[in-house]
């Protein structure tokens, strides 16, 4: 697990680790983690909520997180063939990874499982990973498989 050090310098660095991590977006997971004073080094402090609550850095949360946004925006957004949410579904759980000490992981699957269906295999494979719920209808089943969604698909995931 990344410390919030860690975190500051990595973001200052606009460093990519996994060949997603894009930095507006990883400001936008990682900076979830810091306190007031950590994220004052890499973000305008007016910009902070007066209540700024920083969510706990741990294993954890940062698991929950991520099981929460592959839930309700990451699968919803393969399935409906949106291309540019499904890869930003990917970039944040590059983020994630990186501060669960696991990108090592997700770049391997990055070098090795194509992209094809809107990342439907990566995110499956993150999902086994970290044990989060995966769709079970025909459709995404198959865009995991590397398949079009169905044998006529008008949206382009068997190109």
């Given at each position: 697990m990344r410390s919030q050090d860690e975190i500051v310098a990595a973001l200052k660095d606009?460093?990519?680790?996994?060949?997603?991590f894009v930095?507006?977006?990883?400001?936008?997971?990682?900076?979830?983690f810091?306190?007031?004073?950590?994220?004052?080094?890499?973000?305008?402090?007016?910009?902070?909520?007066?209540d700024w609550?920083?969510?706990?850095?741990?294993?954890?949360s940062a698991i929950e997180a991520m099981r929460?946004?592959?839930a309700r925006i990451g699968w919803p957004k393969v399935q409906d063939h949106r291309g540019l949410s499904a890869e930003r579904t990917l970039?944040?759980?590059?983020?994630?990874?990186?501060?669960?000490?696991?990108?090592?992981v997700y770049a391997q699957w990055i070098a090795t499982v194509e992209?094809?269906?809107?990342?439907a295999q990566i995110l499956k494979l993150i999902c086994e990973r970290y044990e989060f719920p995966i769709p079970e209808d025909e459709a995404t089943q198959r865009m995991m498989r590397g398949e079009p969604c169905?044998?006529?698909?008008?949206e382009g995931c068997g190109t």
């Open positions: 606009g460093k990519t680790f996994t060949g997603l930095e507006t977006f990883a400001f936008e997971v990682l900076t979830e810091l306190d007031r004073d950590h994220v004052a080094q890499v973000a305008k402090i007016g910009s902070l909520p007066a609550e920083p969510t706990s850095l741990t294993r954890e929460e946004y592959v970039i944040k759980c590059s983020a994630w990874m990186w501060l669960l000490g696991d990108e090592t992209y094809a269906q809107y990342g169905g044998p006529y698909c008008e």
